[in-house]
């Protein structure tokens, strides 16, 4: 669904696949058959490591929490969002066991807009359009508490259960506030309208993994996608620690929104997109206060300078 509703992230799924494809070739001895990353790549490797979606009510959080659930995933931790500027908090839901993870690690991040910490106009506004929303078929719930009566859902009703729950995270292009409520929210904070100003909770982004994060971000910038200046994350080593992650940037998206009249006027709402990530080694306790230390003594250079991404990466291998 998302492929189709973004065409960018579907071309970079299968640039990810290409070059995961280069890598693992790059690896073998000069005169080796081809090697298709299917052949040797966990399963795991083929499937997004993680998305997000964004909910504005404790009913919508609860009811997703429910739905989940029946899908084997379950909330792991707690994120309060203040820290980084976001009027939100959040968890991961996400499968809870080794074996599950192992088939697939899978995982969104859900984030929920905290009411009290909007300015009274903002918040008033986002609680009335937020009332008039439904994110959930009605057909949905009724699957919802069937599984949660008889401890799971026939092959037909899964099926079934998948249609209906799709519909919640559909884009909608139609927003569900007028242009000047949308002006006011995202004045407050963009992510208010993107949780408010809509009548689903759409995914905000989703992301594969790879193998070589290095050469995903140069395929993508040779191939003109919108990608971020730079990886964020630790530098290329020859045994990658962390998590190293790019993108490309949200999209400006062509939306309607209702007017005094009940008719739609043009405008444009920007917040989806699709993120790459690379995973490496964890750190013990020791490992990472030597990684934010390194960090912190590149940034603190880079800070006097403002870099470009190229020179970014060369100032932080030196205290690497």
Not at 23 to 32: D, L, Y
Not at 203 to 225: C, E, H, R, S, W
């Amino acid at each position: 669904m998302y492929k189709s509703e973004v065409p960018l992230y579907r071309d970079l799924v299968d640039l990810v696949w290409k070059a995961d494809a280069e890598a693992i070739n790059a690896s073998q001895k000069q005169g080796s058959p081809t090697i298709d990353p299917n052949d040797i790549l966990p399963s795991r490797n083929r499937v997004e490591r993680h998305g997000a979606i964004r909910l504005g009510t404790a009913y919508e959080l609860s009811t997703i929490r429910r739905m989940f659930a029946i899908m084997g995933m379950f909330p792991v931790g707690y994120y309060d969002l203040r820290a980084v500027g976001f009027p939100m908090h959040a968890t991961t839901f996400r499968p809870g066991t080794k074996e599950a993870l192992s088939k697939n690690p899978f995982r969104v991040f859900t984030t929920v807009l905290r009411m009290e910490l909007l300015t009274e106009k903002a918040r008033d506004l986002a609680q009335r359009a937020l009332r008039q929303r439904n994110i959930f078929t009605n057909r949905l719930i009724a699957l919802i508490e069937l599984a949660e009566k008889q401890d799971g859902l026939s092959s037909a009703e899964c099926k079934e259960f998948i249609v209906e729950g799709l519909e919640t995270f559909r884009w909608h292009s139609k927003a569900t506030v007028t242009v000047e409520e949308y002006q006011i929210l995202k004045a407050e904070h963009p992510l208010i309208a993107d949780v408010v100003s809509f009548p689903s909770c759409h995914i905000n982004f989703l992301a594969p993994q790879t193998i070589d994060i290095d050469l995903v971000q140069k395929m993508m910038q040779d191939n003109g996608m919108p990608a971020k200046e730079r990886i964020e994350g630790p530098t290329r080593r020859q045994f990658p620690i962390l998590l190293r992650q790019t993108s490309f940037k949200a999209l400006e998206e062509t939306v309607y929104f209702c007017d005094a009249h009940d008719a739609y006027v043009k405008g444009s709402h920007t917040a989806r997109f699709g993120e790459v990530e690379q995973r490496g080694y964890a750190l013990t306790r020791k490992g990472r206060q030597l990684y934010d230390k390194s960090l912190s003594r590149g940034n603190n250079e880079a800070m006097g300078e403002s870099p470009i991404a190229s020179e970014y990466e060369t100032l932080l291998a030196k205290y690497f």
